[in-house]
C-alpha cells in the first residue's frame, strides 16, 4: 500500500546519487529520492454514491472566511461515534459547538449573548425581541455567531426536557429572527455565512417542541419553523460554498432538512453535493484544500459527522469519505508534534487532535500510548506540505523525538498563510521553532502580519511583499539520520528565493542555507521565531542563545559566514513591536503575547545566509568551524560530545559527512 500513494515516504537505498537541479540529491550511504513530479499516483476508487469537500467562495464584504468557524474554539459539533450507527431515520441534533457554553438558561431568558472573550451583551428586550444588527464590537465573528442561533444551545436543551418557560422564550426568539430576516436575508454577510449552523439550531428547536410537548407532530401554531426550514434549504440550494468546510456544513444541514420534513429531493441534493465535494476538500494523500492544519482536524470531523447523519438517516455514504478520512488521519497524525499537539500551519489554533480512535492519528495524540502507530516518520505531500521527525518513541520517549515542518506549493488560498519555506520545528520536548499562529477574521494589522512572511521562520525580503506565489520543491532525499530539500520562488518579479534545508538526527539540529538575487539593494533577513517564554542574548555576530530562565535546555541559532562578510547589525532581536507589528504569538484568535525573533541581516543585491538551529541541554557546549576543499565548504558541528559534518555544495547542496 506505501508504495502506492504519491507522496513518498523514507526506504532505503544502498547508493549514493549524483543530481542536477531537477533530480536527486547525493548523500553519502543510503537514501531515498522524494522528488514531486516522479512520485506516483496512488489509484483512488471513483466515488460512490457520496462524496464531499470544501472551500469558501461568499462575495463577503471583505474576507471570504471572515465568519467561518475556528477549529479549536468552534468545533464541527461531536467527533462521530466510534461505533456502528444505528439506522433510526432521523437526523440528530448535532449540538451548539460550545457556543451555547457561556450562555445559560438564564441569560438567553435576557436576551443577552457572549462570545469569545468579550463581555456579555443584551441583544433584546428580555421578551424575545432581538436587535440583529447589534454588533457592539465590531468583529464579525461575533456577529455571525449571534446569527447563527447557537447561543440558543442551553435554553433549546431545557425545552427539550420539559422547561415550558424555555420552550416559549427560545421560540420567540427563533421566530423573531424569521420575521426580522425574511427569505432571502444574502445581503446581510453575518445571516448568510451563518445559514448553515442557524439551519441545525432549528433542527434541533423542533426536536425540542416535539419532545417538550410530548408530541409527535409539530403543532399548528409552530407550522412557521418548517417554513423557514425550507427557506433555509431553498437559501443553501441557491448559495453554495462548494467544496470548502463552509459548503459540506450546508450540505450536511441540507440533508438534515430533508430527512426531517422527509424530503427526498433534498437528501439526494445534498448526497449529491457531498459526492462532488469529498474529493476536492480531502485529496489521495489526506492533504485538504483549507491549507491549515487547523482546518484539516476541523475536516476531519466534519466530514465523521457527514458519514453519521447519512447512515442515522438510511443513507448510503459510499466508500470514498472513509478513504480520505483514513488517509487525512495519517496526513494529522505526520502533522502532530511531539508535544501532542497539531502543527499551527495555516489558520490553527493551539490544540491537541481529537476522535480518531484506533488510527495512527490516535498514536500522536497519546504521544504513543494508545493507537496504531504510524509506519512513515516523514512524508511530502504534493499539497505543499513536508512533515517529518526523528522517530515515534522508538529509541527514546515519544515527547523526546523532533518533530519538523516545511511548507511549499501553490500560492495561499482560503485559510492558508504566506508561509512558504517556512520550518517549525519541536526537539527536547520544547517547541524550538514556532509558527505565531492566527489571529482570527478581524481585518486588522494583526491578521495582516500572522498571515504574512514575516510571521514566518523564512528570508523575507520587503520589497517582495506582493501576491502569494507558487514555491516549488526541486530536491529533497531522506536517509537514516538526516533529510535534505531545496526550494525556489520569485516572491516578487525580478527576485529571487531559494533555501536548502538539512535536518539531522543524532544530533537533532537544522541547517538552512538562504539565497537571495535581486537588480537592486535588498534588505534581506532570514527569521526565526521562538517560543514566547524563551530569552534570547545575542553573543557574537555568528551567535544568538534562546532559553527559558530556569529550564533545561536552550538553543542555539548560529549564523555561520559563508560568501559574504557579516554586517556590523548580522544578528538582531524583534519582540512585541506594533509598528510595525514583529514578534508575536497567538496561541488562538483572543490572546497575544510577545514572542523573540531572532532576524539573521543582510543588506545587498544579493544574500548568503548559512543558518545553524541547534537545540542542546543547558550543561552542553555548542560550538562549530569551518573549512574549504577545493570548491566545497565544509561546516563541523560540535554539541556537547557528538561531532557532525556538513558538507555544502556550490549549487547549494547540503549533505550530512558524518
Excluded at 469558501?56 to 468552534?74: N, R
Excluded at 444551545?153 to 421560540?171: C, E, F, P, S, Y
Excluded at 500572522?450 to 532525499?477: C, D, F, Q, W
Amino acid at each position: 500500500m506505501a508504495a502506492q500513494r504519491s507522496r513518498r515516504w523514507g526506504t532505503t537505498v544502498a547508493l549514493t546519487v549524483v543530481c542536477v537541479l531537477v533530480c536527486a540529491v547525493a548523500f553519502a550511504g543510503a537514501v531515498t529520492v522524494l522528488m514531486p513530479s516522479t512520485r506516483q499516483s496512488r489509484t483512488t476508487p471513483a466515488a460512490g454514491p457520496l462524496s464531499p469537500a470544501p472551500t469558501p467562495s461568499f462575495p463577503a464584504p471583505s474576507d471570504p472566511a471572515s465568519t467561518e468557524p475556528i477549529p479549536g474554539v468552534d468545533t464541527p459539533a461531536s467527533p462521530p461515534p466510534p461505533t456502528p450507527v444505528a439506522v433510526t431515520g432521523t437526523y440528530e441534533c448535532p449540538g451548539y459547538s460550545g457556543i451555547e457554553s457561556k450562555v445559560p438558561v438564564s441569560m438567553v431568558l435576557r436576551d443577552t449573548f457572549v462570545w469569545g472573550d468579550d463581555p456579555p451583551y443584551q441583544v433584546g428586550d428580555g421578551s424575545g425581541d432581538i436587535n440583529w444588527r447589534s454588533d457592539p464590537y465590531h468583529k464579525p465573528s461575533w456577529y455571525m455567531w449571534l446569527h447563527s442561533l447557537r447561543w440558543l444551545g442551553q435554553g433549546i436543551k431545557a425545552a427539550t426536557n420539559g422547561d415550558r418557560k424555555a420552550l416559549t422564550h427560545v421560540m420567540a426568539i427563533i421566530h423573531d429572527w424569521v420575521r426580522d430576516n425574511p427569505y432571502s436575508w444574502k445581503g446581510d454577510i453575518g445571516a448568510w455565512e451563518a445559514t448553515m449552523h442557524r439551519t441545525n439550531v432549528l433542527i434541533c428547536a423542533r426536536q425540542a417542541v416535539l419532545a417538550g410537548l410530548h408530541v409527535r407532530a409539530l403543532p399548528a401554531q409552530y407550522a412557521w419553523l418548517d417554513q423557514s426550514l425550507l427557506d433555509h434549504a431553498r437559501f443553501m440550494t441557491d448559495n453554495w460554498g462548494g467544496p470548502s468546510n463552509h459548503g459540506t456544513d450546508e450540505s450536511i444541514a441540507m440533508f438534515g432538512v430533508g430527512c426531517t420534513l422527509k424530503r427526498a429531493d433534498l437528501k439526494s441534493r445534498a448526497v449529491e453535493r457531498l459526492t462532488e465535494a469529498i474529493t476536492t476538500a480531502i485529496d489521495p494523500q489526506g492533504s485538504t484544500n483549507e491549507q491549515s492544519v487547523g482546518y484539516a482536524m476541523f475536516n476531519y470531523l466534519l466530514w465523521g459527522r457527514a458519514t453519521t447523519a447519512l447512515k442515522r438517516c438510511g443513507a448510503d455514504p459510499g466508500r470514498v469519505i472513509d478513504e480520505r478520512r483514513r488517509a487525512l488521519a495519517e496526513w494529522l497524525a505526520l502533522a502532530t508534534k511531539s508535544t501532542g499537539e497539531l502543527q499551527q500551519v495555516g489558520d490553527a489554533v493551539r490544540q491537541t487532535p481529537q476522535g480518531a480512535t484506533g488510527t495512527a492519528l490516535e498514536y500522536a495524540a497519546t504521544l504513543g500510548r494508545t493507537g496504531t502507530k504510524p509506519t512513515e516518520r516523514t512524508a511530502v505531500f504534493d499539497a505543499g506540505y513536508v512533515f517529518g521527525r526523528t522517530g515515534w518513541g522508538e529509541t527514546r520517549p515519544f515527547a523526546q523525538e523532533s518533530t519538523y515542518s516545511i511548507r511549499f506549493g501553490p500560492g495561499r488560498r482560503y485559510h492558508g498563510h504566506d508561509d512558504h519555506m517556512s520550518i517549525t520545528y519541536t526537539s527536547h520536548g520544547r517547541d524550538i521553532l514556532i509558527d505565531p499562529g492566527h489571529s482570527g477574521y478581524q481585518l486588522d494589522k494583526w491578521q495582516a502580519w500572522t498571515k504574512s512572511r514575516a510571521a514566518h521562520n523564512v528570508m523575507t525580503i520587503p520589497s517582495a511583499n506582493t501576491a502569494s506565489v507558487e514555491t516549488r520543491l526541486v530536491r529533497a532525499a531522506i536517509a537514516p539520520t538526516s533529510e535534505y530539500y531545496t526550494l525556489t520562488d520569485s516572491p516578487a518579479p525580478g527576485v529571487q528565493r531559494t533555501r536548502d534545508v538539512l535536518v539531522l538526527k543524532d544530533p537533532d539540529l537544522i541547517v538552512t542555507l538562504d539565497r537571495g538575487q535581486s537588480a537592486t539593494d535588498q534588505r534581506y533577513e532570514t527569521l526565526w521565531h521562538l517560543a514566547p517564554d524563551q530569552k534570547v542574548t545575542v553573543q557574537s555576530p555568528t551567535k544568538a542563545v534562546a532559553a527559558k530562565p530556569g529550564d533545561r535546555t536552550k538553543t542555539y541559532l548560529l549564523q555561520i559566514p559563508y560568501r559574504q562578510q557579516l554586517p556590523a547589525d548580522a544578528i538582531t532581536v524583534a519582540q512585541g513591536q506594533q509598528d510595525p507589528v514583529q514578534g508575536w504569538y497567538f496561541p488562538d484568535i483572543f490572546h497575544r503575547m510577545p514572542a523573540p525573533v531572532v532576524k539573521f541581516n543582510r543588506n545587498a543585491t544579493s544574500a548568503t545566509i548559512l543558518s545553524a538551529i541547534v537545540p542542546a541541554g543547558t550543561g552542553e557546549s555548542v560550538a562549530f568551524t569551518t573549512r574549504t576543499v577545493g570548491t566545497m565548504f565544509f561546516v563541523d558541528l560540535t554539541v556537547g560530545r557528538r561531532k557532525t559534518t556538513i558538507r555544502v555544495l556550490p549549487d547549494g547542496r547540503l549533505t550530512r559527512i558524518s
